[in-house]
Nanobody, 115 residues
Framework: QAQLVESGGGLVQPGGSLKLSCEVS????????MGWFRQAPEKEREEVAIITNTDSTTYSDSVKGRFTISRDNGKNTVYLQMSGLMPEDTGVYYC?????????WGQGTQVTVSS
């Protein structure tokens, strides 16, 4: 059974940093894309960053230059290093992985940026 377990969320002051992790297990299909999405209160879920099996990365304009996505294939883990955090980065962050047949989601981890 597929499991995506996120960790690393929390409360941070504006300008601070956090590193999210998502450990993936139970997926036997080939994973070709891993990514992070977020959902702020009363807003739709949006893509934040993705990384492909060739380590090609894409970022939303709102986080470009501040966030870095990476993956460790040996540990089946994807990371999101977040710096220069702003209040508008607040939300639930979800890990997502895609195989050629399916997409899988984690349960989400809360990130709150507030003074």
């Amino acid at each position: 059974q597929a499991q995506l377990v996120e960790s690393g969320g929390g409360l941070v002051q504006p300008g601070g940093s956090l590193k999210l992790s998502c450990e993936v297990s139970g997926i036997t299909e080939y994973i070709y894309v891993m990514g992070w999405f977020r959902q702020a209160p009363e807003k739709e879920r949006e893509e934040v960053a993705i990384i492909t099996n060739t380590d090609s990365t894409t970022y939303s304009d709102s986080v470009k230059g501040r966030f870095t996505i990476s993956r460790d294939n040996g540990k089946n883990t994807v990371y999101l290093q977040m710096s220069g955090l702003m209040p508008e980065d607040t939300g639930v962050y979800y890990c997502n992985v895609k195989t050629f047949a399916h997409g899988y989601w984690g349960q989400g981890t809360q990130v709150t940026v507030s003074s």
